[in-house]
């Protein structure tokens, strides 16, 4: 105890937290053992770890170590660590092991882990390694790989357990006792009538909770969810968001229980769909720090070659009005004052937005609602701004016409960017489109648009 | 059951999500009731509902139809209701509602359910509830309240199920079956030493697998972890995410177990850290869509505030060089492409990095080895941008050396967005400060000063 306690100690010093088992040290000594080819140092420090901080440790390391630790331990490996790499690292990783290494590991594995492993591997290896399982484990895996990606069939293990309705909790507890073949955790099992259909769930502490004789069919929740195997995984991290679930079953287009999904795996969608808006929003790929260079930058160049024609098009609203600005160089000046700053208006209104419709609190019930409030909010802060910036310009240029010129165009690019901000993904998502991916272009596009031709009409038509 | 399945279908059109148990149907239904004062409709309406799905109601009704329905139910609201809604709507149902009837509603509460309502209550409306409870729950209340927000001890339930380990597996079934007051769900039992130190957990599925006559200290699992009650809730959620974990217990500064965390919490503090990153670089603060337009608009002001501060910065670099734009107009053109492209490139470093750091990837073991990745990806999409910016600046304005000028600026701008996008959030983090909190403004204003300073700077000493 007192020893977990000094483990999981926690201050935050920078980078190293100490609440990380995997730490800087360890990392070193590994790499240490690793160059001088001792198996046993390296079997005495990572023998102890849990499969998740030995994954960790693969993450850590550089190219070349880790692919002499996956060649090194790669045939004694835990199965389980291969299911907690992230994706680069595990390319890596199964390239230097041996394809029969690979498939007992996977055989190993809860299914939902198993395809979790193969399913971002390349085609060929993918092939390999299938074709090395046992029968059996082939066809699950098969099938698990059949579900569309990201939905709740690549997220289900087979392997639960389903009682009659009528048996006793007698009967279920000598069951649990005499069955080898249960899952490793499980806190729930699920009531079954004879044709598979799901019709209850009763929780573990229920069980043990009554006494022999009662029947299970009185003691079951039949008020329970399960899932179509084809549902998104973000509906169904809604459900145990919403409903606080430990496990969900997941029934086929007949009804039929297949399977179930545990909460932990879940845990891995959230932060998973969390970690993509925020990345969709900024312009960048689901991404690991551990992709190369090549990779990375193929990804991110894309987002910047969009992004360069909507810069480009805000110019051409600049090349518009040259003449005024060859008269008055005070605008240019000032210009990017108003284009920044509805950015910087639209971006907060856009992500309060995208997020809302990823949390389900934006609804046809509230739309209007919200979207009058952002309208409001909008000028109340376009208002604030305005009247700062345009005294600050009207001081800076001694010029109160400019100031008055500076303050409108900025309350009119406020409003415009919380307009934006928030139609723009309302608009993408009734069109099936994420708006976390492409509601920061068209917000930018039109606040730089909109900024400059504001600034730069007004001031041609009020002060030349 | 085929009833659930119907329930779940999940099309998603639009903003209405078939997936969501509250359709916009029901909150207009809702709504008619209420209008009538028909409690026996609202009652048919509510009563079959989820808690968390009440909640949902009330979050979508207006200011006015909220308090409404708050009041009219308020003293037979299910408490859970109240623990599920957000922060500005909960304000406003308690406000309604009687304080004994909050109080009792409390009183049913699981300790953290009952501290999470409380804590976000202005202190008088806090004091009055929480004198308004029994003597006993208002000790635990005050002592949830007394530990620092964000920490374990605000997320920890005091009913547990603790054993000692000598106790056999038959005696312990035994116990469930006679013990009242258990906790509502649970998934495994903590084994004490006599001093009330864990000394290990049984998963309950362990408990029914094994014959009555087997001792529980030789079936525990004494590898397990335990976090101290002043643990910061992320370092909680991150054990949760790391180890797969269903509850945890907490303990006190001698070590002893006085409570436990169960992963549906969990999975509410990974969604709101997730969620207050993402705010935090738009420059919103933690909000929900029912705040009022005034609370809301307080809360960006300040972010624009500060923004205005760095876009005047980056106007007085341009007001320097004046004279070179009044000379060759096409620079106050193109100047904010270079700009713009900067604040892209640097956002998308930015958002991998400060993700990474949450994420805790990266580690001062593979720093050094991220910068350096992070300045090659910058160098490579510097150099593809400045190629073709410059080919096009060349045509644009048929002037070769604009062209030069642009390519180089824009290499130069790429590459410092790059290095600002890692080193400011790695910086801020060994400072302490949230790098999702301050690095966006940092990295803007390194953008937008080199951008403008490099191409205006390059122009008045190449072109003019």
Same mark, same amino acid.
């Given at each position: 105890?007192?020893?977990?306690?000094?483990?999981?100690?926690?201050?935050?010093?920078?980078?190293?937290?100490?609440?990380?088992?995997?730490?800087?040290?360890?990392?070193?000594?590994v790499i240490?053992?690793?160059?001088?080819?001792?198996?046993?140092?390296?079997?005495?420090?990572?023998?102890?770890?849990?499969?998740a901080?030995?994954?960790? &440790?693969?993450?850590?390391?550089?190219?070349?170590?880790?692919?002499?630790?996956?060649?090194?331990?790669g045939?004694?490996?835990?199965?389980?660590?291969?299911?907690e790499?992230?994706?680069?690292?595990?390319?890596?990783?199964?390239?230097?092991?041996?394809?029969?290494?690979?498939?007992?590991?996977? #055989?190993?594995?809860?299914?939902?882990?198993?395809?979790?492993?193969?399913?971002d591997?390349?085609?060929?290896?993918?092939?390999?390694?299938?074709?090395?399982?046992?029968?059996?484990?082939?066809?699950?895996?098969?099938e698990?790989?059949?579900?569309?990606?990201?939905?709740a069939?690549?997220l289900?293990?087979?392997?639960?357990?389903? &009682?009659p309705?009528? $048996?006793?909790?007698?009967?279920? &507890?000598?069951?649990?006792r005499?069955?080898?073949?249960?899952?490793?955790?499980?806190?729930?099992?699920?009531?079954?009538?004879?044709?598979?259909h799901?019709i209850?769930?009763v929780?573990?502490?229920?069980?043990?909770?009554?006494?022999?004789?009662?029947?299970?069919?009185?003691?079951?929740?039949?008020d329970?969810?399960?899932?179509?195997?084809?549902?998104?995984?973000?509906?169904?991290?809604?459900?145990?968001?919403?409903?606080?679930?430990?496990?969900m079953?997941?029934?086929?287009?007949?009804?039929?229980?297949?399977?179930?999904? #545990?909460?932990?795996?879940?845990?891995?969608?959230?932060?998973?769909?969390?970690?993509?808006?925020?990345?969709?929003?900024a312009?960048?790929?689901?991404?690991?720090? #551990?992709?190369?260079?090549?990779?990375?930058?193929?990804?991110?160049?894309? $987002?910047?070659l969009?992004?360069?024609?909507?810069?480009?098009l805000?110019?051409?609203?600049?090349?518009?009005?040259?003449?005024?600005?060859?008269?008055m160089?005070?605008?240019?000046?000032?210009m990017? &004052?108003?284009?920044?700053?509805?950015?910087? *208006?639209?971006?907060?209104?856009?992500?309060? #937005?995208?997020?809302?419709? *990823?949390?389900?609190e934006?609804?046809?019930?509230?739309?209007?609602?919200?979207?009058?409030?952002?309208?409001?909010?909008?000028?109340?802060?376009?208002v604030?701004?305005?009247?700062?910036?345009?005294?600050?310009? $009207?001081? $800076?240029?001694?010029?109160m016409?400019?100031?008055?010129?500076?303050?409108?165009?900025?309350?009119?690019?406020?409003?415009?960017?919380?307009?934006?901000?928030?139609?723009?993904?309302?608009?993408?998502?009734?069109?099936?489109?994420?708006?976390?991916?492409?509601s920061?272009?068209f917000?930018?596009?039109?606040?730089?648009?909109?900024?400059f031709?504001?600034?730069?009409?007004? *001031?041609a038509?009020?002060?030349?």
């Amino acid at each position: 105890m007192t020893n977990n306690t000094e483990n999981t100690s926690f201050e935050s010093e920078g980078l190293t937290r100490e609440v990380v088992q995997v730490s800087p040290e360890l990392v070193t000594e590994v790499i240490f053992a690793l160059n001088n080819h001792d198996k046993e140092q390296l079997d005495f420090l990572l023998e102890p770890l849990h499969s998740a901080d030995v994954a960790d &440790i693969f993450e850590q390391l550089d190219d070349s170590d880790r692919k002499e630790l996956a060649s090194f331990i790669g045939a004694e490996l835990e199965p389980d660590v291969l299911s907690e790499l992230d994706d680069s690292t595990l390319d890596d990783v199964i390239t230097e092991m041996d394809d029969e290494d690979v498939a007992r590991a996977i #055989t190993q594995m809860e299914s939902d882990d198993a395809v979790h492993v193969l399913e971002d591997l390349d085609e060929d290896d993918q092939r390999k390694i299938i074709d090395a399982l046992p029968a059996e484990d082939r066809l699950a895996v098969e099938e698990g790989l059949s579900f569309p990606e990201d939905s709740a069939g690549r997220l289900l293990q087979r392997n639960l357990v389903s &009682i009659p309705g009528l $048996w006793s909790v007698g009967k279920v &507890i000598d069951y649990f006792r005499s069955e080898e073949d249960l899952p490793d955790e499980f806190y729930e099992v699920f009531v079954m009538d004879p044709l598979h259909h799901p019709i209850g769930t009763v929780a573990l502490n229920q069980i043990i909770r009554s006494t022999r004789d009662v029947i299970i069919s009185d003691i079951m929740n039949d008020d329970f969810k399960v899932v179509p195997v084809d549902m998104d995984q973000e509906e169904v991290a809604y459900l145990f968001k919403q409903y606080d679930l430990t496990s969900m079953g997941v029934v086929d287009t007949e009804g039929r229980l297949i399977g179930m999904i #545990t909460v932990d795996d879940v845990v891995d969608v959230i932060d998973e769909e969390a970690e993509e808006d925020l990345m969709r929003m900024a312009g960048v790929q689901e991404t690991d720090i #551990t992709e190369s260079v090549f990779e990375a930058s193929k990804n991110r160049v894309l $987002w910047l070659l969009i992004n360069l024609v909507t810069a480009i098009l805000a110019s051409m609203v600049i090349a518009i009005f040259d003449a005024s600005i060859e008269q008055m160089v005070a605008l240019a000046v000032l210009m990017p &004052i108003v284009a920044s700053m509805g950015g910087n *208006a639209g971006t907060q209104t856009m992500t309060v #937005t995208v997020r809302a419709i *990823a949390t389900r609190e934006l609804t046809s019930t509230n739309v209007k609602r919200v979207i009058f409030r952002e309208f409001s909010i909008a000028v109340v802060n376009g208002v604030i701004i305005a009247v700062i910036i345009g005294l600050l310009s $009207w001081y $800076w240029f001694a010029n109160m016409a400019l100031g008055g010129v500076m303050g409108a165009a900025m309350v009119v690019n406020i409003i415009m960017a919380g307009l934006a901000g928030i139609l723009i993904p309302i608009t993408l998502d009734k069109m099936d489109i994420d708006p976390a991916l492409a509601s920061s272009i068209f917000v930018t596009t039109i606040t730089d648009v909109v900024g400059f031709f504001a600034f730069l009409g007004l *001031a041609a038509l009020v002060l030349l």
